[in-house]
């Protein structure tokens, strides 16, 4: 008896520590590993969850099977009110952004919590996809950057803060919205990316017509009240252009760093510079260009350059910055964008999808930009 009592114990202990899908962090962290109960061979296992519609049951399910290592059967029972926003608080723990900030007041309109992306340099690698205009790639670029780093490991935000143009949910095929845990929103996940976008909370038809301090507030939103269980990556899909939503991130985002995506032709070159000038501006460091339709190839191999040349590459030398990946120009991208399913993920053993994995090894092997202190800042 003693002894199975042992192999419940190890069992339980093993099962605190399987990682829940949907919140990032193990059950013993959360506190909702509920009861194990050996049943014969089995182990009936009681999981508190925080809604009805607990979107990944499954694979928590087979999660716990492995972790026990013998056949689980899964109850899944929801919170109380009052232990949701306990746990809503606790995520916002894990986060750093219960506690007010100490020091001044930072942000406008004040939220009282700390963005957990406020400090220059945090645990968090911030990429923010810019592009001089609209069309050009950025955000099939910013979906499936984040798709192949988390496809190599890394825990991966992504924030679409293109809030006239948002189209992140639809490329990734996220459909629901942010599950709401007390106050705190905690994001889908899509092909191991978490996501939140304007798109969650607005329709896709009306125009937002947002502008300034509203603005601010709504992207603040987004990092303060969303529990993004500090990933190693946030990647950031911009507007096109200049405006007000560089200018909001810059502030909100102290630590991003600027990518530029454009296309071969010298025209998209001379705008892409503009996007490249307010990075300056706001005082991020560019980190690369990456060049976007740069090629088709032909079922016999032979590569046609549609869309001209070269401009990547120009674009990188006069920045002084390196030219990070030429992504061809393939049916598979815009297909996986229209049904949910980057190409990375559609066509794994592709030329888009190696073009993008070698633009995430790249992005990583660049690693964190230097902090420029002000009085070494030059012009
Ligand atoms: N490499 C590529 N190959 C084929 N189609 C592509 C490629 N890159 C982007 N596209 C397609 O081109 C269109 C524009 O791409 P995308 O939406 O990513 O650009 P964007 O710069 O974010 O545009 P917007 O300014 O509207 O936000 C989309 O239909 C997309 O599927
Ligand atoms: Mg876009």
Known sequence: MAQFDDETDRRRAALQAVVDPVLFHSLGELGTLREVRPRGRALEVVVAVPTDAYPEEAVLRERLASAA????????????????????????????TSAPPSGPAQGHGGTARPN????????????????????????SV????????????????????DIYGFSAPRMLGVERPPMTVGRT?????????RVVSMGFFVDED??????????????EQFLVDVHWGAPEFLVVDLPPGTGDVPLSIAQQLPGAE???????????????????????????????????????????????????????QEL????????????????????????????????????????????AERVEALGPARVYRSELKIG
């Open 142 to 161: 910013t979906v499936n950057l984040a798709v192949s780093l988390a496809a190599a490991g890394h825990s991966v935000g992504l924030l679409d803060a």
């Open 185 to 193: 929103l905690v994001p889908p996940v899509a092909h191991g990316v």
């Open 316 to 359: 990188a030398e006069q920045l002084e910055v390196p030219l990070l990946a030429r992504i061809p120009l393939e049916t598979v991208v815009r297909e996986g964008a229209d049904d949910g399913r980057p190409a990375s993920i559609a066509a794994p053993g592709g030329e888009v999808a190696a073009a993008f994995s070698a633009l």
């Open 69 to 96: 290592g013998a056949d689980v059967d899964v109850v899944f029972e929801s919170m109380g009110e009052d232990e949701r926003v306990a746990l809503g608080l606790r995520l916002r723990d894990f986060d750093g």
């Open 258 to 312: 600027c990518y530029v995506v454009t296309t071969p032709q010298p025209a998209a070159q001379r705008v892409a510079q503009r996007s490249a000038a307010l990075a300056r501006q706001l005082r991020l460091p560019l980190r690369g260009v990456i060049e976007n339709m740069s090629y088709w190839r032909a079922p016999d191999g032979t590569a046609y350059e549609i869309f001209g040349s070269g401009g990547g």
């Open 206 to 219: 009306k125009a937002v017509a947002w502008r300034g301090p509203m603005l601010h507030k709504a992207l």
């Open 116 to 139: 957990p992306f406020g400090q220059r340099r945090g645990g968090t690698r911030i990429l923010a996809i810019s592009s001089g205009k609209g069309g050009v790639g950025k955000s």
